[in-house]
């Protein structure tokens, strides 16, 4: 089987996370993924700790073959070539290559774009078919749009870090870079929309993400503005504010997450409880009472779990039709039957000494029955294809690719 991306060629000009995320997800749909980087200064992942090599994890490179980790995970399944976009044979190289590609990807600062004569208008002019995908803090346009952002600061600006924490704890960010990758599956949710819209159309676009703006669809579904009314805090820890229970709980050698839904699944954990008084409590009983006094339930529930193993409680709790769950840590996740039995766990694999069997990455996350997914192939060393791809696709002799070489173009 083919990928469903087979025969689309992305021209990934971007670096750090949100972008490569992207087109990593679009390269493990099968698209052929060419990463664009300034011959000059390189990547910005294969030289930033923490490194992996023969010896292990590092902070400090102790080798040359010590390679970033992020490096390792992110370039996966992609091409790499080098060219100087300032430099007007290396401008017209891109543009050259812009004209065989059906997407650009970028994470460039609004306005990067533009000085470099690679913009959109300038781009279309070139492939009117062309997809160019810009993943920015704030959007190519609006009052912020020239300031930068990183993960942290689009989780702030967004509003996620004032609601993210327990009650009257310091802003939190997510434990996780959420901005960029969230940002990222939105980006490559839309360059599939406009795959599909030039399919059908003929006509490429200009395709705008701003990591704000994504946070915020999805922070704003919750009635944040309507708290304050309420009388309720903006952190809400693990609860949601909906349900009750709804939290994560102690057990004799962990935590567990319970989650009740509906009235009906309260009667099942009163059941596993062996708590028949507050399965007929009036207030107990009732969803609404359980939210506004959920310290109480929660209590309730605590005493009861602390003094059990985790896996007894979920089994028993399951059995009542109860959601309830492990709280898994790293450890507990790589040893997980499940997520290996669905290919989510693969051992790494570096460009000069092949697979390493102390690093795991994640597979690709969507599968499908009459078309394969995954990242076919290690990260690519910076400017590894450079010939393979200047001489078969742009049809440039060796002799023309070994002296834009000594003129620092590629």
């Known amino acids: 089987m083919k990928g469903i991306l087979d025969g689309i060629r992305i021209l990934d000009l971007s670096q750090f996370l949100s972008g490569p995320h992207a087109t990593l997800l679009l390269a493990g749909m099968g698209a052929e993924v060419i990463r664009i980087d300034n011959p000059a200064t390189g990547d910005a992942l294969s030289n930033a700790?923490?490194?992996?090599?023969?010896?292990?994890?590092?902070?400090?490179?102790?080798?040359?073959?010590?390679?970033?980790?992020?490096?390792?995970?992110?370039l996966r399944a992609k091409k790499s070539i080098t060219i100087d976009l300032k430099k007007q044979e290396g401008h017209a190289l891109f543009l050259r290559l812009v004209e065989k590609a059906d997407v650009v990807v970028e994470n460039f600062s609004v306005g990067v774009t533009k000085r470099l004569g690679i913009d959109w208008p300038r781009l279309k002019q070139v492939n009117p078919g062309l997809i160019h995908c810009s993943l920015t803090g704030y959007g190519s346009e609006g009052p912020d749009s020239a300031n930068r952002g990183y993960d942290v600061t689009t989780q702030a600006m967004s509003g996620l870090m004032s609601i993210t924490g327990q009650p009257g704890s310091p802003p939190t960010k997510a434990g996780s870079p959420l901005g960029d990758t969230i940002s990222a599956g939105f980006a490559f949710a839309a360059v599939l929309g406009a795959l599909y819209h030039r399919e059908r159309s003929g006509i490429g676009q200009f395709v705008d993400v701003s990591m704000v703006d994504v946070l915020f669809s999805l922070v704003f579904d919750e009635p944040m503005d309507c708290y304050e009314r309420l009388g309720l805090d903006f952190q809400q820890g693990n609860r949601v504010l909906r349900f009750s229970p709804f939290d994560t709980y102690p057990a004799q050698d962990?935590?567990?997450v319970i989650c009740c839904g509906t009235d009906a699944m309260w009667q099942g954990i009163c059941r596993a409880m062996a708590r028949p008084d507050l399965a007929e409590d009036p207030d107990w009983r009732r969803m609404g009472w359980r939210v506004a006094h959920a310290e109480t339930v929660d209590a309730a529930i605590s005493a009861w779990t602390v003094a059990r193993p985790a896996s007894e409680l979920i089994r028993v709790l399951t059995e009542q039709g109860v959601v309830a769950s492990p709280v898994h840590t790293i450890d507990d996740l790589l040893k997980w039957p499940h997520l290996r039995a669905r290919g989510m766990i693969q051992t790494v694999e570096h460009p000069v000494l092949g697979p390493l069997p102390g690093l795991n990455a994640a597979g690709f996350p969507i599968k499908f029955s009459d078309s394969t997914t995954g990242y076919e192939g290690p990260a690519a060393v910076t400017g590894s294809h450079n010939r393979a791809i200047l001489n078969g696709l742009l049809g440039l002799s060796d002799d023309e690719i070994v002296a834009l070489s000594d003129r620092g173009v590629i």
């Open 49 to 74: 700790p923490v490194f992996y090599g023969a010896d292990g994890p590092s902070l400090e490179k102790r080798a040359e073959d010590d390679l970033g980790i992020a490096f390792l995970k992110r």
């Open 254 to 256: 962990g935590w567990l």
